[in-house]
């Protein structure tokens, strides 16, 4: 194989000005580095680079690092102890983050052999300001590239013993560049499959993530359904597979469903994921009386496998709990029929999820047989929340504090005053009730007189 070169000019001079920074700071300690992997592919496939590997080939990989950070602001160098590699980076107008790596191997050659794909083997260095000169030490990396090809350096199977996240990371490709699987690396991916339960959970969920976040998840799903994927990461869902609804409503199997709807949502990751599990709770919820089929609950069971899932990856308590209740609250079920007190009042129970609420209602009204009617709906019961004043009712509270309510009843703290704060609120919701503390006083007295309540 040739060494190929080639020069290329960079239209990002911010990404620029922190490469020659480098640069500089490199001279200064003797240091010898290449930039590899990521930034040349995405530069040669016309896109803007999200982050710089550094592949330092003479001195130290924090060295570099601690001075950005030390003297040009750059966040503190955190280390990754398996690979030995450290990454800061900026925020604000211009975010970058760069991961210095050390020579694996003893040359760049054979650093190069231990990397994933072919197409992350490319190197590059700066000639001049936004000047740069692109090199395929290996002479395989261009060719893939240009016939949009994942192969492998080595051996299929050697290059995923050395780190079977590269499963995961073929199928992210795959969904993001527009890339195809070389078949030796499919057929060894199927027969590895079972090596991604060695691997870190938050490294799996970080490449699913990726996957669920393209423009095309479904694409990704189907990859992992192939290679014999979804057991391993998200057996949660497989009940889903093949599971025929026995529906006039649904044209697909349910799996199909699924992936549909979540294809039909803007890339926001708990609208994704919800997405995905919101209907995972139907194979176990089927009922069927006198021929007709209902999955009455359904939407609790599908919380239940998600929260499985979501423990089992670790993911952050914020992301969890938000998909949980768009879960939980996707069955909407809105008719022309419903009183404005009710539009506010849903306003006011989902306002922390209310845009992805209303995505996912759209999407799983788009995946339907025949859409025109139920996607119709979704577009009043949005139109009727936009002439609420949204901003208003999600700040609604009750005039009464808990403490002035129990001093009202004589009733000690506990879950009844929580009760009888939200009767409060849904009373002004529903117009009958001026948002005041003696409507309110009168209102609960009325309501929960002391003789009810326990107050002598």
């Keep these: 194989m040739n060494d190929q070169k080639l020069q290329i000019s960079l239209d990002e001079p911010a990404i620029d000005a922190a490469i020659e920074l480098v640069g500089r700071i490199a001279a200064q300690h003797g240091i010898e580095f ?29 060295t570099i690092p601690l001075e950005l950070h030390t003297a040009h602001g750059y966040f503190y160098p955190v280390l990754f102890d398996k690979f030995g590699t450290y990454r800061t980076g900026l925020q604000g107008a211009h975010p970058l983050d760069m991961e210095f790596v050390p020579l694996r191997g003893g040359t760049v050659h054979a650093d190069l052999l231990k990397r994933d794909f072919t197409v992350n083997t490319l190197t590059m260095r700066r000639i001049s300001a936004l000047h740069y000169e692109i090199s395929d030490l290996l002479g395989s990396a261009l060719d893939a590239l240009g016939q949009r090809l994942l192969q492998t350096p080595v ?88 599971f025929d609804q026995r529906s006039p409503y649904h044209k697909d199997e349910l799996f199909t469903h699924s992936l549909e709807v979540m294809d039909r949502t803007h890339p926001r990751l708990e609208t994704r994921l919800a997405a995905l599990f919101h209907d995972t709770g139907k194979p176990s919820s089927l009922q069927e009386t006198g021929g007709k089929v209902t999955y009455y ?59 992805q609420l209303l995505a996912l209602y759209r999407a799983d009204a788009g995946s339907l047989a025949d859409p025109l009617k139920p996607l119709s709906m979704v577009d009043e019961l949005t139109g009727r929340i936009n002439r609420q004043q949204v901003e208003q009712i999600s700040r609604l509270e009750s005039p009464l504090n808990g403490t002035e309510i129990q001093e009202l009843l004589g009733l000690p703290p506990g879950p009844k ?40």
Excluded at 37 to 46: C, D, F, S, V, Y
Excluded at 420 to 447: C, H, M, W, Y
Aim: charged share 30%; net charge positive.
């Design 155 to 242: 051996s299929p199977e050697q290059t995923i013993v050395d780190d079977p996240l590269r499963i995961m990371r073929g199928v992210r490709f795959s969904c993001t560049l527009g890339m195809q699987l070389d078949p030796a690396f499919r057929d060894a991916a199927k027969r590895s499959a079972h090596l991604l339960r060695e691997v870190a959970v938050e490294r799996v969920r970080d490449e699913l993530f990726m996957v669920l976040m393209s423009d095309t998840p479904s694409k990704g799903l189907r990859l992992m359904q192939e290679l014999g994927l979804i057991k391993v990461v998200l057996p949660e869902i497989l009940p889903m597979i093949g």
């Design 417 to 456: 005053i929580g009760e009888i704060k939200n009767a409060i609120v849904d009373a002004i919701l529903e117009g009958t009730l001026e948002p005041t503390s003696q409507a309110a006083r009168d209102f609960i007295l009325k309501t929960y007189p002391p003789s009810a309540s326990g107050k002598p």
């Design 297 to 355: 609950g359904h939407q609790d069971k599908s919380a239940d496998l998600f929260r499985s899932f979501s423990t089992r990856l670790r993911l952050p308590n914020q992301v969890h709990d938000r998909v949980h209740s768009l879960i939980l609250r996707h069955m909407i079920n809105y008719t022309p029929e419903w009183k404005d007190a009710t539009i506010r009042k849903f306003i006011k129970n989902n306002y922390e999820i209310l845009e």
């Design 34 to 62: 290449t930039i590899v992997g990521g930034a040349p592919r995405e530069i040669l496939l016309h896109r803007k680079p999200k982050d710089i590997d550094i592949l330092v080939i003479k001195g130290d990989a924090r």
